[in-house]
């Protein structure tokens, strides 16, 4: 399963968010994308297929 979750912001570089959150799925075979807003939004601009698609494609589990 691939997790998207996506930050208001962090501080945190990309790996240090990553290792964090898997935490929380160890248990599940998951490739987890902490991304802040800006950094979902630069790949989306960039037309990044994968991420293009991830968004079109995806469900939404949880808003706030």
Not at 34 to 52: G, I, Y
């Amino acid at each position: 399963m691939d997790l998207l979750i996506v930050l208001k912001s962090s501080d945190l570089p990309i790996r240090e968010r990553i290792a964090e959150f898997l935490k929380y799925c160890s248990d599940y075979s998951t490739d987890v994308f902490p991304l802040t807003e800006a950094e979902l939004e630069s790949r989306l601009q960039a037309a990044d297929s994968f991420w293009v698609q991830a968004v079109r494609e995806g469900i939404e589990c949880c808003s706030r």
